[in-house]
């Protein structure tokens, strides 16, 4: 099979730059992996999707492996690029935080045959956390933990929060739930209930406790100075 070949604008053909060549390869991995699974997909179905030789994807890729990692790393870029910028927009570190959970269920759930290969391929395999998108999905569990950090700060939630342990439950839920999705159980909530009782359930966790102890100030406060006017009221009382 020849070489993929762009159209000039003379009716002739030239190959496609080596960037542009990755991409495509990258774009029918993603579609050949997705349909039919890590196993059964061959270089040669990649290839053929590709519209190149089979040879040309060991330019660019080591192995089938590395060509699933570059595809699943491709697809974390891609959200974690979405997210910022929605993110900025929203105020309310509770609000936040709910929009940081329902984004990373919402893509799960999209991209549910990428989720599972990751889940299965790429994370059993002893060099994950030396992979680029072991980075990306740090980055993002960062991101999340920052905006409970800034509830820390602005009194909203405990200091004493063990942040490693937030972040196993916000995201071991979201994983679990789109589990759900992959073992086709029927009555697998909606997203948006998921993230609201997550955040809920959360947020109710961590939440600065009310203290009676201004309260108790308050009253003493004001008993103190209902005592004074009283006080002062005997004192400029007219005499009989």
């Not at 991995?29 to 349909?35: G, S």
């Not at 998108?133 to 405990?158: H, P, W």
Request: hydrophobic share 45%; charged share 25%; aromatic share 8%.
């Amino acid at each position: 099979m020849p070489e993929l070949k762009k159209a000039t604008g003379n009716g002739g053909q030239r190959r496609l730059p080596l960037h542009e060549r990755r991409a495509a390869i990258l774009a029918a991995a993603r579609t050949v992996f997705a349909k039919m699974g890590y196993e059964q997909a061959s270089m040669v179905d990649i290839a053929n999707a590709s519209g190149i030789v089979e040879g040309t994807i060991y330019i660019h890729f080591q192995n089938k492996l590395d060509l699933l990692t570059k595809v699943l790393e491709t697809w974390y870029e891609e959200i974690l690029s979405g997210y910022q910028a929605q993110l900025a927009g929203i105020e309310g570190t509770r609000n936040r935080l709910r929009f940081m959970i329902w984004y990373n269920l919402y893509s799960l759930h999209q991209n549910r045959d990428l989720c599972r290969l990751l889940v299965v391929h790429v994370r059993s395999h002893f060099n994950y956390r030396h992979t680029s998108f072991y980075e990306m999905n740090c980055r993002y569990s960062e991101d999340t933990l920052a905006i409970v950090q800034e509830g820390i700060a602005k009194g909203e939630f405990r200091a004493d929060v063990p942040l490693d342990i937030l972040r196993d439950m916000l995201f071991g839920a979201a994983e679990y739930h789109i589990g759900r999705y992959f073992r086709a159980v029927s009555d697998a909530r909606a997203l948006d209930q998921v993230a609201d009782t997550i955040v809920e359930l959360v947020c109710r966790a961590i939440a600065v406790e009310p203290s009676a102890a201004p309260v108790a100030d308050t009253l003493s406060r004001l008993e103190s100075l209902a005592a004074s006017l009283d006080a002062s009221s005997r004192r400029l009382a007219p005499r009989i």
